[in-house]
């Protein structure tokens, strides 16, 4: 079993549309965990950390659930400029050395 | 505002040839990054500077060696191209290697190795 798991997609959404992404992983004791948006030939940026409590920032909503070991990324009123690969990224120690990135999810937002 | 700089942005080796990828930051960061990007996989760690003077093994160091010149500076060599190198090479720092710093990539180098 992959410790990161993603959906790779793609996902196509209308703009305006509501849609969500899980991701999996392996080892219960990680840590930290992160969304991070890569556009198609360009370098990944951090999106958003997650938080045990879930976070929002804007229309992006992340959550944790450690039970079932999942991390969710929520796009609300989804725009053009939404379209990516979105990478989930898991660590299990403190230190960015350790960070496991999945293998991305695509999405798609046409007009 | 360059951030992380990458150079060269493309190139094209031979198996056996020898070159080296130049990385360099300006936001006084003291951690650095190499990884790897293949089609259907994550993003790998090769090797990484936690702080200047400091190297340490990633998850595929084989085949790859690098140097912390400088804290700006953090290059990555291959002595011995092989096809199986052939891949996207993003460097990357932080302020501090903690996976709650936000890393900061360059845009890539694209390697093929025939």
């Known amino acids: 079993r992959k410790e990161v798991e993603q959906d790779p997609g793609p996902f196509n959404v209308p703009e305006g549309a509501t849609v969500a992404f899980n991701c999996t992983y392996s080892?219960?004791?990680?840590?930290?965990f992160f969304w991070y948006r890569q556009d198609c030939r360009k370098e990944p940026k951090l999106l958003m950390s997650?938080?045990?409590s879930g976070n929002e920032d804007g229309r992006f909503t992340a959550q944790l659930n450690r039970a079932s070991q999942y991390i969710s990324l929520l796009i609300r009123d989804s725009k053009l400029s939404d379209s990516a690969t979105y990478l989930c990224?898991?660590?299990?120690?403190?230190?960015?050395?350790?960070?496991?990135f999945g293998t991305g999810t695509r999405l798609q937002v046409t007009l | 505002n360059a951030g992380v700089t990458q150079t060269p942005k493309f190139q094209v080796l031979k198996t056996g040839q020898s070159m080296t990828l130049q990385c360099a930051q300006d936001m006084n960061h003291n951690s650095m990054y190499w990884y790897r990007q293949d089609p259907g996989m994550g993003l790998r760690l090769i090797y990484y500077s936690a702080s200047e003077g400091t190297t340490d093994k990633g998850e595929v160091p084989n085949g790859y060696n690098v140097s912390r010149l400088n804290k700006r500076e953090f290059s990555l060599r291959l002595e011995s191209a092989a096809p199986s190198q052939t891949s996207v090479y993003f460097c990357a720092s932080s302020e501090v290697d903690y996976s709650n710093q936000p890393q900061h990539f360059g845009d890539g180098t694209r390697l093929s190795i025939l």
């Open positions: 997650v938080y045990s």
């Open positions: 080892n219960s004791a990680s840590q930290s």
């Open positions: 990224v898991v660590t299990l120690t403190g230190t960015a050395s350790k960070l496991t």
